[in-house]
């Protein structure tokens, strides 16, 4: 076993032990289970559940009636006479507590949960021998982590009082046989002299199960601290379970104590539902459950049968489905409260490159022009741009001025991969100063403003809310880029704007090419029309690759537009990406702006199509596809850097080769020296970072990090070790107790105390003198992937703050302790130390690269069905052509009696695509009305972000004719508002055929 394994494994014994219980499955009984007393008295808790109910089931339970809990009643020291109850014995602060039955039954596991669940042990089997024990280990914590970790035993009737070592203060010995041994002296006091009157965890001992292999209860943040349920799990109270092992394989079940499990029930297993409703099924629905404890129902999740040893495909499938209960019910709950103003939507946007698509994609091109003169330069500024706007000189590439230039770009690329835009695109775009005020550091950082846009596809801007396809390509051909850019006049002939060709440069004979920090963070606020702005955040694909010059004398283009007028007729130069680039964007993010140069008209128009259902429509298919394994939602997380400025220990590794071998790597990752900040020493590094999260439950963290390359040549960032000031939930451990985690800020002093069992570090910083350093772009990138020991891997976005803000360098730090497993591969303190005190804004996509693929529901229509349905239709607007739209019907029909029941699939061909949305209903032959409700849409994003799933309306079947029972006809024909686009007249007509018999 390594030295970071024994670290994590020995850390905290319920966590490990949890971990298992959240990432493997087992089936079986035990015989070594612990014994409850009839004579011990229970706490009131109702723990029956609601039989009549078909919606609730029954968790594994049975301690509830078996397992005394203490009251202040009869809260006592153990008497000398007889068995004690274990149970008894707990303090009342408990925090969480583990009956582990046997922990050799967990010999052979290979997964690193298990390996944390049979490794934790250790330390108590070099205390004491176990086999002076008879029955389970009660393994605990309280809620003070500095006390470490308790275990309890009860003492065998043969066992040899000698060989237990009572002259260590880490084990003794209570009244009643109860061995008690402790990782510190203090955890061996906590329940020698313990309160046991009722603690907040009591009433949740009853889901102990005292038959199971491993059972468990854990406080969750919100049973100590007033944490707002939402429609996640942060507002849980407690997790509990029960697993069994049977023949090689763990199952069982986990709960979580919530006062929004009936909600959380419904929501997940809607999202889930291509999965449990799949044939075969791959997921199991989650129940829920009456209250084992107050009036908090019981989420149930099943935890299914797996090998003790799983294959990595095994092992994936039991972290998904940690990723959907955690990362993406997190991420469901952001998107249901996407609204201007609320939460702001986010959006996957990917400029596509030769490393995408079969055939492939030519990359992003700028083609950069100067303009003529002042003067243009005046006219273009007075003419252009929205009042309060002037141009602003940028360095674009790192061989422009450093005082920057003025000129205009066009860029010609491929979208695709995300929701919002997609095909061939040409931006013009400039740089900008804004308002005073307009964004945050406005006249001082350059902003893209993008004057004009065409798309092959249709796409929404602020000047003109969808901007409608027209005829563009950008293409790879034979070694050539081809662009190609017209748009529609008034009678729909295609006139010529701009085309180009130029060989693809080559990396061996062009010149590289790079772009600077200051155009990457002109992305970071993206204006358009109007002076409204996308909000965009990037990563290092956008700044620290190789781009490559194109050779002017190889570029031919004809520039027919507006723009050539203000601008040489000759290029500056043209840059040619070769990478993809990733961006997230939240569109017109700035409504509420007072910079705005808009009439209240319009900007009413904005937010209603804003607000219209398609945002949060998009977030809401972003969860849909996250739950089926095709794609990640979006989530944005702030790091405020007032209380707890986020700090970061570097300390060099001085033997990396050793480090290495005792260090659990994720699989294809080396380690590799790294220089952090501009002008400082390349080296090794492992880093503790110390940061917290705004609002969230696990308060601050602590994470040991080693710098990697994954295989790929690019820097990215490896967790070894995480430490919580709460409860948290991680891919690697899934679940992580409390820590030893302070960090603050007094004055001119921070101060941070890190420690668990085996890790103490304990630095005071002197931050009256600091020194401002830029971070080097190579570490700024190795931040863009961050993953666990188990392989899974958060891919995070930022802006500025992250990018161009300098970190803060103590130079007066004083290291009062520092002790870890990995001392001997480490200089004796850290070689730098820094500090923010910038917020800063993340979005990430979690656990991005776990993804289990689940195919979407086919839709089946209704057994026995008698008829079948046909039918066209339309969508025409009466003020604009935008939505317009041909309808195609297939489907089924059962009559019975005066009752039409329908599934009807409708096609849908208009600009945005194709699509197919699937509804269900009835319909009362004698009046015509009915229901519909919609039971999936499939097609192109923007198509489907205004279906809501699951919604049911009003249905009227007009102009119903049912005196042909083989041929029964009907009309559908409604006004649709279309909000800033006007009015629609949608058509239809349809047609129940009578199939087989039914036609008599």
Known sequence: MSALRRARTRRISLALALAVVVASACSGDSDDAADAGPDATSTDVDATPDATSPETTTPNTAAASTLPITTEADASDPADDGPVELVTLLPADTRSVAVVADPSAFDGATDPAFDDLTGDLEWIVELVDASVVDGPWWIGRTTDPIVGTFALASLSDSADASTIDEASDQVTVLPGGVLVVGSTAAAVDAVAAADRTSGELTPYLAALDPDADLSFVVGLPALYDDVEADRSLRGAAAMSGALDIDDGAISGEVVFHTSNAAEFVEAYNALDRNAQQADPPTATPLSLASPAAGDLEQVVVTIPPTPLAPTPDQLAELRNLWKKLFVGM????????????????????????????????????????????????????????????????????????????????????????????????????????????????????????????????????AGNLLTPAEPLSHQLIDGVVVSSVERFDDDGTAVAVFESTFPVPDPDVNEVARFTREMAIGNDYIYWAHGVSDRVLYNATTFNHDAYFVDVDQLEYTDVSRW?????????????????????????????????????????????????????????????????????????????????????????ITDPDGFAEAIDLPLGHELIPIRVVEDGDEAHYLTLAVTEIA?????????????????????????????????????????????????????????????????????????????????????????????STFGVCDKVYYDAETLDVPVRVVNDVTVEAFATPWDEFLADEPALVAFRDNAQL??????????????????????????????????????????????????????????????????????????????????????????????????????????????????????????DPAAITWNVDVVVDLGPFGTADSASALTATAVGSAAG
């Open 330 to 461: 997190e991420a469901h709950d952001y998107a249901e409260d996407v609204f201007d103003p609320g939460n702001a939507a986010w959006f996957n946007f990917l400029v596509k490159s030769e490393l995408d698509d079969e055939p492939p994609s030519p990359g992003s091109v700028y083609i950069r022009w100067e303009f003529v003169d002042d003067a243009a330069r005046e006219a273009f500024e007075q003419n252009e741009l929205p009042d309060g706007f002037r141009l602003a000189p940028t360095r674009f590439l790192e061989s422009d001025d450093p005082d920057g230039e003025y000129f205009l770009a066009l860029n010609l690329y491929n979208g695709g991969g995300g929701m919002i835009v997609g095909g061939a695109r040409a931006e013009w775009d400039v740089f900008v100063h804004g308002p005073d005020g307009a964004d945050p550091n406005a006249g001082e950082r350059p902003r893209f403003f993008v004057v004009e846009a065409l798309a092959e596809e249709v796409s929404a801007d």
């Open 564 to 652: 050539s007028q203000y601008l040489k007729p000759e290029a500056k130069d043209a840059v040619y990406y070769v990478n993809t680039l990733e961006y997230v964007a939240s569109p017109m993010a700035n409504l509420d702006s007072d910079h705005l140069d808009i009439t209240p008209e319009w900007l009413d128009e904005l937010y209603a199509f804003k607000n219209n259902g398609h945002q949060v429509g998009l977030m809401r298919k972003a969860v849909e596809q996250l739950f089926r394994g095709e794609a990640d939602a979006l989530v944005p997380y702030v790091v405020e850097n007032t209380d707890v400025p986020s700090t970061y220990y570097h300390v060099e």
């Open 695 to 787: 609002h969230s439950p696990e308060g601050v963290r602590a994470e040991w990090i080693v710098h990697t390359d994954d295989g790929s040549g690019r820097p990215s960032m490896v967790v070894i070790e995480r430490s919580t000031e709460d409860v948290a939930f991680d891919s690697a451990s899934v679940i992580e107790l409390p820590s030893v985690v302070e960090h603050g800020v007094d004055g001119d002093t921070i101060t941070t105390t890190v420690g668990d069992r085996e890790i103490e570090f304990v630095a005071v910083l002197d931050t009256s003198t600091t020194t401002d350093a830029e971070l080097t772009l190579d570490w700024i990138e190795a931040g863009d992937v961050v993953c």
């Open 842 to 963: 993340y979005v990430a996509k979690r656990w991005h690269d776990l993804r289990v693929p689940v195919a979407p529901l086919p839709f089946t229509g209704l057994d026995d069905a008698t008829h079948t349905i046909s039918g066209t239709g339309s969508l025409v607007g009466r003020d604009s052509d935008v939505a317009d739209s041909v309808y195609e019907y297939s489907g089924d029909v059962v009559v019975e009696g005066d009752q039409l029941t329908f599934a009807i699939d409708q096609r849908v061909d208009n600009a945005l695509g194709v699509g197919n949305i699937y509804t269900t209903g009835n319909v009362d032959l004698t009046t015509g009305t009915g229901s519909q409700t919609v039971v999936d849409c499939q097609g192109p994003a923007l198509l489907c972000s205004d279906i809501t799933l699951g919604s049911t309306d009003f249905y009227e079947a007009q102009n119903l004719d049912t005196s």
